[in-house]
């Protein structure tokens, strides 16, 4: 299991651009939407010698798009307690994605030790296709300290997206999660908000 992505959250897509330009000093980069569950994203690598192939995602619910039916939208953005910290003290870390090379092995290893970490479910948006473990009530597990999991088709996100200079040197994952990247602006950590 390695780290894949961060997440942050935001109360619309707009401000979480505005957040990363005034945090991270950067302008982030095109994600798209994700239809299946009516969110819509940007997205920065932050990839570096101990974090490969990872990234910053900034997720925002897509107010032009039906939420999904039969279940939550991931990552808790649904709920209510969240949707107001995110109003009331903005954008910022909600939680952290891990890449594992088999998603049904790791499923059927978490269940077998009493995690519920949902059901694989397909996803795509653009070229990118991969499988995810999706929870029907969009619930994170242990709030922030267990991690969704994805496996990745052929393509990854960090083989097109550009380097603006970001590097993730720190993360962790215990008693809340805090990361400290290296960007333009200098070292800068974030912790979680909710």
Same mark, same amino acid.
Do not use: K, M
């Given at each position: 299991m390695e780290l894949d992505h961060l997440v942050v959250g935001a109360a619309s897509l707009a401000e979480g651009v505005s957040w990363c330009e005034q945090v991270l000093g950067v302008t982030p980069d095109a994600g798209g939407a994700h239809v299946l569950m009516g969110t819509h994203n940007r997205l920065l690598n932050?990839?570096? @010698?101990?974090?490969?192939?990872?990234?910053?995602?900034?997720?925002a619910v897509d107010p032009a798009a039906p939420g999904p039916e039969g279940r939550a939208r991931w990552?808790?953005?649904?709920?209510?307690?969240?949707?107001?910290?995110?109003?009331?003290?903005? @954008?910022?870390?909600?939680?952290?994605?891990?890449?594992?090379?088999?998603?049904?092995?790791?499923?059927?290893?978490?269940?077998?030790? !009493?995690?519920?970490? !949902?059901?694989?479910?397909e996803a795509s948006r653009g070229a990118l296709r991969w499988r995810i473990a999706?929870?029907?009530? !969009?619930?994170?597990l242990?709030?922030?300290?267990?991690?969704?999991?994805?496996?990745? !088709?052929?393509?990854? @996100?960090?083989?097109?997206l550009p380097d603006r200079g970001l590097r993730l040197f720190d993360f962790n994952a215990h008693d809340g999660l805090t990361a400290?990247?290296?960007?333009p602006l200098g070292d800068v950590e974030l912790a979680s908000i909710a």
């Open positions: 932050i990839s570096a @010698p101990g974090q490969p192939r990872c990234y910053l995602e900034i997720i990552f808790d953005l649904d709920q209510p307690s969240l949707q107001q910290a995110l109003r009331e003290r903005g @954008p910022g870390l909600i939680h952290w994605v891990a890449r594992v090379p088999n998603l049904d092995a790791t499923l059927a290893h978490w269940r077998s030790e !009493g995690l519920d970490p !949902g059901t694989a479910v999706l929870r029907d009530d !969009g619930l994170r242990r709030r922030e300290g267990v991690p969704v999991l994805i496996e990745w !088709g052929d393509a990854h @996100p960090t083989e097109t400290r990247l290296a960007t």
